[in-house]
Each structure stands twice: as C-alpha cells, then as structure tokens.
C-alpha cells in the first residue's frame, strides 16, 4: 500500500501560479504512474494529467495544456504539478493517484489516492 499526501494548494488570482506537490512512501514509487486529477463541488472526479513511471511520457485533458505541467522525482518519491496561467474554472479540489496499469485517463485506473488540497482561483 501507498500513502500519498499532497501539497501546495492555497489561494490565488486568475493569472497566476501555483505548484502542487505529492509525496508518496514506500519503496515501490518507481513503478507506478502517477496521476493528478481534481473535483469541484458538485462534479465529478476529472483527470487533469498523468506521467509514466520514467517520467518520459505525460498526458494532459486539453483544458491544461499549456499551462500545467507534471514532473516527477524519484529519488524524492515525489510528483509535482505546476500550474500556470491559472483560471476560475481550476478552482477545484486536487488529487494525485497511483496507477500500476499505465497512464489513463479514468479514475477506475488508480489505486492509491491522496487526501487532496484544495486550490482556489479568484477572478
């Protein structure tokens, strides 16, 4: 089993930044993809971006493009996303997962799952 505790969430205006990251324990982080999704209230889970267990493949929903980006640090057992050129519409609980299966979209796909923090975009 995974643990994984996100951070860096908070509060900030349409335009700017933010960086999110998750930490995960255990030994086997190396193997997994990891992926970030989000969910504001009265909607569903939505994924946001994924990135493979190297690092060499990401994957983004078209509404991110451009403006996120996923990374990963291994020997930190770490995944980040950061967030540019941020909008209302990102306004949304986020959560990073686990996916031994590869990079999808859906959440069916991931197995372990964070608790989540919160961002706020203000216009």
């Known amino acids: 089993q995974v643990q994984l505790v996100e951070s860096g969430g908070g509060l900030v205006q349409a335009g700017g930044s933010l960086r999110l990251s998750c930490a995960a324990s255990?030994?086997?982080?190396?193997?997994?993809?990891m992926g970030w999704f989000r969910q504001a209230p009265g909607k569903e889970r939505e994924f946001v971006a994924v990135?493979?267990?190297?690092?060499?493949?990401?994957l983004y929903t078209d509404s991110v493009k451009g403006r996120f980006t996923i990374s990963r640090d291994n020997a930190k057992n770490t995944v980040y996303l950061q967030m540019n050129s941020l909008k209302p519409d990102d306004t949304a609980v986020y959560y990073c997962a686990t996916s031994d299966r590869g990079t999808y979209r859906s959440p069916d796909e991931y197995k372990n799952w964070g608790q989540g923090t919160q961002v706020t975009v203000s216009s």
């Open positions: 255990g030994r086997t982080f190396s193997s997994y993809a």
């Open positions: 990135i493979s267990w190297s690092g060499s493949y990401t």
